[in-house]
């Protein structure tokens, strides 16, 4: 069951990019890495996975060292509706997903 | 785009009192989760369903949670009996299959036990 860390809480401003790092030093060969957000109180929004390679899509790039013992969400232009709490979330068994704590990221003007 | 649908959004009930929460998942999509989030708390995971039977739950799903998909569209969560710890926000979520974690979760229903 590999955990994650991330930091607690981040600033970054408006219109710059956004680098949410992850930790996940016990990950196994064929766990993924999921990234989620969490605005307010509304229902945790799937953002991207990957499992080797970097990925990029329309929200975020997501880029995970050789190792694979971590990784970063990146959110090129932050806006002001980013402004959410992100989770870094590895597959583990079954089909469930583990929600840790994950970081609060507070986008300034 | 499709997305997964909650009802109610708030509901108020009396200790001991049984509750529905009602979600329509995505309509192509074979798993269907509850999740649940306490106030100020992580979000936690309480079972999903797959092909009309629990696929797995966590321990918070004990014998006073009850999932059902009654018809071809909706999927319910029952409490039979609610305490005031179960105050939370519940949320649906569904994906397209098995493995697939890429889940689209509802709006949420917001549960209020007095």
């Known amino acids: 069951d590999a955990k994650t860390t991330q930091p607690t809480s981040m600033d970054c401003a408006e219109g710059r990019a956004a680098n949410l790092p992850c930790n996940h030093s016990t990950i196994s060969g064929n766990e993924y890495v999921y990234w989620y957000r969490q605005i307010h109180s509304q229902g945790p929004q799937y953002i991207i996975h990957?499992?080797?390679n970097n990925e990029t899509n329309e929200m975020a790039s997501l880029i995970i060292t050789e190792d694979r013992k971590s990784s970063t969400l990146i959110l090129p232009h932050a806006t002001l509706r980013d402004t959410a709490v992100y989770y870094c979330?590895?597959?583990?068994?079954?089909?469930?997903?583990?929600f840790g704590g994950g970081t609060r990221l507070m986008v300034k003007p | 785009e499709p997305e997964v649908t909650q009802t109610p959004s708030h509901q108020v009930t009396q200790m001991g009192q049984e509750v529905i929460l009602r979600c329509v998942p995505i309509?192509?999509?074979?798993?269907f989760y509850w999740y649940r989030q306490i106030l100020g708390q992580k979000v936690e995971f309480l079972v999903s369903?797959?092909?009309?039977?629990?696929?797995?739950k966590s321990e918070i799903f004990d014998d006073q949670f009850s999932v059902e998909r009654p018809d071809g569209s909706n999927f319910t969560l029952k409490i039979r009996s609610t305490k005031l710890e179960d105050s939370a926000m519940y949320f649906c979520?569904?994906?397209?299959?098995?493995?697939?974690?890429?889940?689209?979760f509802g709006p949420g229903t917001r549960l209020t036990v007095t």
């Open positions: 369903f797959y092909n009309n039977e629990i696929s797995e």
């Open positions: 990957g499992l080797k």
């Open positions: 309509s192509n999509h074979l798993y």
């Open positions: 979520a569904s994906s397209e299959d098995r493995g697939i974690h890429e889940q689209y």
């Open positions: 979330i590895v597959y583990n068994a079954g089909n469930m997903l583990t």
